[in-house]
């Protein structure tokens, strides 16, 4: 490391998930990672931000090994990504836009093949199959729409199920791309009580979002990406208004609002990628509470 925006105090982290020198050049010769560097340990939840274009996606299809490297190596859990693949340790919940609605599946079925890696060749699902996808369905609250078609679900419910796969799979490594796009703020305060549920029982967690303002909020790390990792690690030190403005360049929103407390001025600053603003208050990132009052205890 020796790139001083990158954060030294982050290289402990026992047996998450770490990528080290990763590059990526796609098959028209784009390379849309270079060098890229971080390591995350288990038992945190991981906020990936960029720009559009930038690498998260890349960066998760190396991560699951649909996209080989060019350089560097990813390991996942101690073990090379051919390895925990085959042990099924990583789970995907992707992108609403990556998803064709229109194919005709149950939500338990969708559920259910989080489970075909831990099936035989033939997939027939035992009891064991069925209880776990019981039990994920439960604990997104998505019970009662089982036997529903996926396209019949609102966006929020849709996400829910692609959790619930993710937990049917047992997954010790979940990547989640952009869970929060189109969803209101109950289901996200839901996902978000759920993401630190798995936080507790070790799980690794890796959730890219262009919603900047829920990132100090339930983020116990950060990975800022452009082509590269320009800086990673607790989120108090990483997700501050100068690197926020340095990975984005002049593409944020930002508004600077003064206001006055106890009769003197003071600025807040409001810096936005789209989605939920974060707000600033003397270089600080501030927290929402949730509307269940839940605190972030990172
Ligand atoms: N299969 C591919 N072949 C060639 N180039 C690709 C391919 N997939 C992505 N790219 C390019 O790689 C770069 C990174 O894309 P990627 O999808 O990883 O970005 P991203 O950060 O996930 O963006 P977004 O926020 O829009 O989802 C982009 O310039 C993109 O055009």
Same mark, same amino acid.
């Given at each position: 490391m020796n790139d001083p925006f990158l954060n030294p105090a982050?290289? /402990?982290?026992?047996?998450?998930?770490?990528?080290?020198?990763?590059?990526?050049?796609?098959?028209?010769?784009?390379?849309?990672?270079?060098?890229?560097?971080?390591?995350?340990? =288990?038992?945190?939840?991981?906020?990936?931000?960029?720009?559009?274009?930038?690498?998260?996606?890349?960066?998760?299809?190396?991560?699951m090994g649909f996209v080989g490297l060019a350089g560097g190596e +990813?390991?996942?859990?101690?073990?090379?990504?051919?390895?925990?693949?085959?042990?099924?340790?990583? =789970?995907?919940?992707?992108?609403?836009? /990556?998803?064709?609605?229109?194919?005709?599946?149950?939500?338990?079925?969708?559920?259910?093949?989080?489970?075909?890696?831990?099936?035989?060749?033939?997939?027939?699902?035992? =009891?064991?199959?069925?209880? =776990?996808?019981?039990?994920?369905?439960?604990?997104?609250?998505?019970?009662?729409?089982?036997?529903?078609? +996926?396209?019949?679900?609102?966006?929020?419910?849709?996400?829910?199920?692609?959790?619930?796969?993710a937990l049917a799979q047992d997954g010790r490594v979940i990547l989640l791309d952009e869970p929060f796009t189109g969803v209101d703020v109950n289901t996200e305060d839901a996902i978000v009580k759920l993401l630190r549920s798995l936080r507790d029982e070790g799980r690794v967690m890796l959730v890219s979002t262009h919603n900047l303002g829920s990132v100090p909020e339930f983020c116990d790390r950060t990975v800022l990406l452009n082509r590269t990792v320009l800086a990673y690690g607790p989120t108090v030190e990483i997700f501050t208004q100068a690197n926020l403005e340095k990975t984005f360049g002049g593409v944020l929103r930002h508004f600077v609002l003064n206001e006055s407390e106890g009769g003197k001025p003071r600025a807040l600053d409001v810096i936005t990628d789209d989605e939920r603003a974060v707000i600033f208050q003397d270089g600080q990132a501030t927290r929402r509470k949730s509307s269940s009052g839940d605190e972030d205890r990172s």
């Open positions: 982050s290289s /402990d982290t026992g047996s998450g998930l770490s990528v080290r020198s990763a590059t990526v050049t796609y098959r028209n010769g784009h390379t849309a990672l270079r060098d890229a560097t971080f390591k995350i340990p =288990a038992g945190t939840i991981t906020a990936l931000v960029g720009v559009n274009g930038s690498g998260k996606s890349t960066l998760f299809k190396a991560i +990813i390991s996942i859990l101690g073990q090379p990504v051919n390895a925990a693949l085959k042990k099924n340790v990583v =789970a995907y919940v992707p992108q609403s836009e /990556d998803i064709d609605w229109n194919f005709p599946v149950l939500v338990e079925d969708v559920v259910m093949m989080g489970r075909y890696g831990h099936m035989n060749m033939m997939r027939l699902a035992r =009891a064991a199959d069925h209880e =776990a996808v019981a039990a994920a369905l439960a604990r997104v609250g998505m019970s009662d729409f089982r036997n529903r078609q +996926i396209g019949e679900l609102s966006g929020g419910q849709k996400k829910r199920v692609f959790l619930a796969r």
